[in-house]
């Protein structure tokens, strides 16, 4: 066993009669080690012993040391409730028996740090956009994910985000997931960094290493994360965006404008396809009939001016 490693401890629960209930399991706590009990639910088993059947239920707690050095393990607190022949249902206490174990590490970590004990392991990342024609202002999503088997999430590594002068780097909280499928456990971890470009110019983040313990053919394997390269353009500017605004609204102007004499164009074609006369007389004859009424009623020899008559 490696530190980081997972340790499966089998516990073995049988009767002669059969189970009334569920049984209670209490993990010690012990400095060095941390004592998990990942599954709902027991294997359940019948067995013949000595001509006689019994009843097994097996129930396993993951322990992960988290140092290298000798660990022992205390008797294990069970609670359980059976059948009894005389008695009926009864629940009781019992003890799992103690254990001893070693956690070592070997030469090809012994100048490591951190590393990922398990039998598989994987790093990848990607961005939520084209890293070419950046301009002053974008923002970029990098997401990085590690993903185990055996392992609690809280044991994958983190990412510590690189902000270099004129690429400002916002990291948000790690997102933290596990599963357990019939006794195989698997675990994520992903971290998300919003980058936002303040100047223009090259930027590089560089590549990243992570070291894996692969338990299964006990050997280191090295997983990187490559380098990316981000390019943003001198002309990528405040400035640039801001003459590109004033131009759309430029254009926006012109074509309001050439809309606007288009519908007054069509508007003077179909003017001039009315038949005007025919619209013009009705309101020539409505102008005679005001002008009629203006003249006086008296005839002017009969005027109040004394006026003669011709």
Not at 116 to 124: C, E, I, Q, W
Not at 203 to 220: G, H, V
Not at 240 to 250: C, P, R
């Amino acid at each position: 066993i490696v530190p980081g490693q997972k340790l499966a401890l089998e516990l073995e629960i049988s009767t002669n009669r059969w189970f009334t209930g569920g049984t209670r399991i209490e993990p010690p706590e012990v400095p060095g080690l941390v004592i998990l009990q990942t599954e709902s639910f027991a294997s359940n088993a019948s067995e013949q012993r000595n001509g006689q059947s019994w009843v097994v239920q097996r129930w396993t707690l993951d322990v992960y040391p988290q140092r290298e050095g000798q660990f022992v393990l205390p008797p294990i607190d069970l609670t359980v409730k059976v059948n009894d022949a005389q008695a009926g249902n009864i629940s009781g206490r019992l003890q799992a028996p103690g254990l001893r174990f070693s956690a070592e590490v070997p030469a090809a970590l012994a100048q490591a740090d951190f590393w990922v004990a398990s039998p598989a392991f994987a790093v990848s990342q990607k961005f939520d956009r084209s890293l070419e024609d950046l301009a002053v202002g974008d923002a970029i999503e990098r997401e990085i994910r590690f993903q185990a088997s055996d392992v609690m999430a809280m044991m994958l590594p983190g990412f510590e985000a690189e902000s270099p002068e004129g690429l400002k780097a916002y990291p948000l909280p790690p997102k933290l997931d596990e599963s357990n499928d019939r006794g195989e456990m698997s675990a994520t971890r992903v971290e998300t960094i919003s980058y936002i470009v303040q100047q223009p110019g090259s930027y590089t983040l560089p590549a990243r290493e992570f070291l894996w313990w692969n338990t299964q053919r006990r050997e280191l394997v090295l997983l990187e994360l490559p380098a990316v390269d981000i390019e943003v353009a001198q002309g990528s500017s405040a400035s640039t965006a801001e003459y590109s605004g004033v131009w759309i609204i430029l254009v926006a102007v012109l074509i309001t404008l050439l809309s606007s004499l288009a519908i007054l164009w069509l508007l003077r074609r179909q003017l001039a396809m009315l038949p005007w006369q025919r619209l013009l007389t009705p309101l020539r004859n409505a102008v005679n009939v005001l002008r009629s009424l203006r003249q006086p009623v008296l005839p002017s020899r009969l005027n109040p001016d004394g006026s003669a008559a011709e």
